[in-house]
């Protein structure tokens, strides 16, 4: 979402003094590995990233919630006693969000709503989702209540699954609410348990994030995201059938299976969920593999899962595009780089590369200039660092 041009280097606490109250920041991510697995109950591990949206919601007397937004022409007004249903527009993030709270029990007094925000739209970074914390956050502010950060996470994609009508997954939400600075995020997505894995130990802490957006708009609510999933969960249900209970090694979902199940039944399947099964059967792990990656400190190991992850992306999942795949076999052959791929809903959006620091300014002038010979695109890069999840004012201003 590209407008109040904050510091992409800026983390949440720097921007403190500069936040009113009842204003919730929360950031973008990137998913460094572990793609297409978190509907199937699988592993993920993304980082938060320093773009940012801000919720700001101010108490009124007007009997009616109000949204409006620096970054979008709309402006939605309800009634208290609503029973809204979908404009197809950016309020209904904050509508279904608020429609999830009041499921629960926690209905906030009239307000009106304003989002602004940095964060690349349609890039594969979460700006829906970053939009969705900030605005849980700030109304629960504006109620006086708290949630769990699994239950923000879980109440936010209820909202963008059932109201916006995106098959999203859980690790955007969770990701942007849990997230730790300095850190990845490991998430096992069927029981949302997670491990912060440092990412400064040994030879990584002189790698850095260099997040690369090709230009090339996606949009997870489209149809390309959606059929991939259902392919996916037709394979998981075919090897759910092949191996039902029980058995001494249960078999819940694909984040259970193994490869040598996916071959037995491949057969059952039809071969386009066949593929997108192996990818995610594959990528989780290679989740399992970069976890020793980082608990070793070796960017190396690392980068070589993701080479293979962007290849099981673009010949199993099949969600990439001639551009991207430029990008990362370009990124791959530049001095320094020790690993590239896809990252988030696929079809476009960016490329996440893990390059020693020392070689980060010149790999991205000789990344970017490569693209732009070849696409006459001129892409965005973004230098990251892991910060902090969603934030209130209140935690903000805490030392």
């Not at 849990?178 to 802490?205: Q, S, Y």
């Not at 998981?236 to 071959?263: K, S, V, Y």
């Not at 990656?293 to 992850?309: C, E, H, I, N, T």
């Not at 001095?335 to 893990?354: D, E, I, S, W």
């Amino acid at each position: 979402m590209p407008s109040l041009q904050t510091d992409p280097q800026t983390g949440p606490k720097a921007a403190a003094s500069m936040l009113p109250a009842l204003r919730a920041l929360a950031p973008a991510r990137v998913n460094l590995l572990g793609e297409h697995t978190d509907y199937t109950g699988g592993l993920v591990l993304p980082m938060a990233i320093p773009f940012f949206t801000e919720a700001a919601v101010t108490p009124t007397q007007d009997a009616s919630y109000t949204f409006s937004s620096a970054l979008f022409p709309q402006t939605r007004t309800l009634a208290l006693d609503m029973e809204p249903t979908p404009a197809g527009d950016w309020t209904d993030y904050p509508v279904g969000v608020l429609l999830e709270l009041r499921r629960r029990g926690i209905v906030p007094p009239a307000f009106a709503l304003h989002l602004t925000g940095n964060v690349p739209f349609g890039a594969g970074l979460s700006s829906s989702a970053s939009v969705e914390v900030a605005i849980a956050f700030a109304l629960l502010a504006l109620a006086g209540r708290s949630l769990p950060a699994a239950e923000i996470a879980l109440l936010c994609r209820a909202a963008e699954n059932d109201f916006v009508h995106s098959p999203c997954g859980i690790m955007d939400q969770f990701a942007i609410t849990a997230a730790r600075a300095g850190h990845a995020l490991l998430l096992h997505t069927r029981d949302l348990t997670t491990e912060h894995l440092p990412l400064n130990r040994g030879e990584l802490a002189h790698a850095q994030v260099v997040v690369c957006n090709s230009m090339v708009r996606h949009s997870v609510a489209t149809g390309d995201y959606g059929l991939r999933r259902r392919e996916a969960e037709q394979g998981q249900a075919a090897l759910l059938d092949r191996f039902p209970p029980p058995r001494d090694l249960p078999l819940r979902d694909l984040g259970d299976a193994t490869l040598e199940q996916l071959e037995a039944a491949r057969a059952d399947m039809p071969h386009t969920a066949y593929l997108r099964c192996r990818h995610i059967v594959g990528e989780n792990a290679r989740v399992l593999l970069a976890r020793q990656a980082l608990l070793a400190g070796d960017p190396v190991a690392f980068g070589r899962l993701m080479l293979l992850s962007h290849s099981s992306q673009r010949d199993d999942f099949q969600c990439s595009c001639p551009e991207v795949d430029f990008l990362v076999e370009t990124a791959a052959s530049l001095p320094g780089c020790f690993g590239a791929r896809l990252t988030g809903g696929g079809f476009g959006g960016c490329t996440v590369n893990l390059v020693h620091r020392e070689h980060a300014a010149r790999f991205v002038t000789d990344l970017t200039a490569a693209y732009r010979e070849r696409f006459h695109i001129a892409a965005e890069t973004y230098l990251c660092d892991p910060v902090d999840g969603a934030l209130t004012r209140s935690q903000l201003t805490t030392p």
